[in-house]
């Protein structure tokens, strides 16, 4: 079974820094995709960024020349540090990736897995 889980999340103040991690386990073969999007209330679900297995990243423009995506292959985590936060980037932030990975029948496939979520809250 493949599981992705959030961590870091919390309470900072307008102007400041944070970053959140996602950690991929379970019987893992291959991790290609992984992205972050985030969901405030009464609103939708948004992609923030996103990074390849190779490095190649994706930004909101919402989030460009604040926010930095990075993985570690070899740890199977993605993480997002946020800097200069502005009240408007309070949400629930989710990681999602497309996982190479078996259940356990132990057969290989591919999973489109989600977190759970990290709360992220900025004050002003």
């Known amino acids: 079974q493949v599981q992705l889980v959030e961590s870091g999340g919390g309470l900072v103040q307008a102007g400041g820094s944070l970053r959140i991690s996602c950690a991929a386990s379970g019987r893992i073969s291959r991790i290609n995709r992984m992205g972050w999007y985030r969901q405030a209330p009464g609103k939708q679900r948004e992609l923030v960024a996103t990074i390849t297995s190779g490095g190649t990243t994706t930004y909101a423009d919402s989030v460009k020349g604040r926010f930095t995506v990075s993985r570690d292959n070899a740890k199977n985590t993605m993480y997002l540090q946020m800097n200069s936060l502005k009240p408007e980037d309070t949400a629930v932030y989710h990681c999602?990736?497309?996982?190479?990975?078996?259940?356990?029948?132990?057969?290989?496939?591919?999973?489109?897995?989600w977190g759970q979520g990290t709360q992220v809250t900025v004050s002003s």
């Open positions: 999602n990736a497309e996982v190479l990975g078996s259940g356990v029948d132990a057969r290989y496939r591919w999973y489109d897995a």
